[in-house]
T-cell receptor, first 114, second 112 residues
Framework: GENVEQHPSTLSVQEGDSAVIKCTYS??????FPWYKQELGKGPQLIID?????GEKKDQRIAVTLNKTAKHFSLHITETQPEDSAVYFC?????????????FGAGTRLAVHP | DADVTQTPRNRITKTGKRIMLECSQT?????MYWYRQDPGLGLRLIYY???????NKGEISDGYSVSRQAQAKFSLSLESAIPNQTALYFC???????????FGEGSRLTVL
């Protein structure tokens, strides 16, 4: 089955710095690459996603880059703010049997210090 | 009001008890999911349903059962709870093959 690894597991940055989280996956058939943000006491929420025909996507301060050859994709957060503090999950997936099967990474806890 | 509502939000029970976690959604989505979250393990899929007549096992279905009572309702049951089922459980919905999951706020279950 799909093997998904996220690095680092924890990340601490100063407000205004950039943060990068990397996700590696094993299934070369994966074709959808989302990142979810989970704030304390809440369910995960999609923040950005990319499909396999695109190498990079940006939405204000966040971006996702994809390297299909190396089978990894990364979340980039620039000008970090305290409200970016949360746990971030990658969930590479492919469509199988009419179902989009997401396999979640173990998560990265990001702490942004004022 | 939340689009995906889970009840109860917290539950403490004893080994051997039957427990039901309920999920309802107002998003009109056809697909519903139950995930389990444990520290350091991310989210693991328990069961998923495409519609009321379609139920599928996920990665970790042993010890769990589900019921899709209506398009908007999907319940998860633990027939005889055991301590290693102590976890945070999430219900999620999706529409078709869009990919995006919409999660509820979770149900924390403790089995003593």
């Amino acid at each position: 089955g799909e093997n998904v690894e996220q690095h680092p597991s924890t990340l601490s940055v100063q407000e205004g710095d950039s943060a990068v989280i990397k996700c590696t996956y094993s299934d070369s058939a994966s074709n959808y690459f989302p990142w979810y943000k989970q704030e304390l006491g809440k369910g995960p929420q999609l923040i950005i996603d990319i499909r396999s025909n695109v190498g990079e996507k940006k939405d204000q301060r966040i971006a996702v880059t994809l390297n299909k050859t190396a089978k990894h994709f990364s979340l980039h957060i620039t000008e970090t703010q305290p409200e970016d503090s949360a746990v971030y999950f990658c969930a590479p997936s492919k469509f199988s049997g009419g179902y989009n099967k997401l396999i979640f990474g173990a998560g990265t806890r990001l702490a942004v210090h004022p | 009001d939340a689009d995906v509502t889970q009840t109860p939000r917290n539950r403490i029970t004893k080994t051997g008890k039957r427990i039901m976690l309920e999920c309802s959604q107002t998003k009109g989505h056809d697909r519903m999911y139950w995930y389990r979250q444990d520290p350091g393990l991310g989210l693991r899929l328990i069961y998923y349903s495409f519609d009321v007549k379609d139920i599928n096992k996920g990665e970790i279905s042993d010890g769990y059962s589900v019921s899709r009572q209506a398009q908007a309702k999907f319940s998860l049951s633990l027939e005889s709870a055991i301590p290693n089922q102590t976890a945070l459980y999430f219900c999620a919905t999706a529409q078709g093959t869009s990919g995006e999951l919409f999660f509820g706020e979770g149900s924390r279950l403790t089995v003593l």
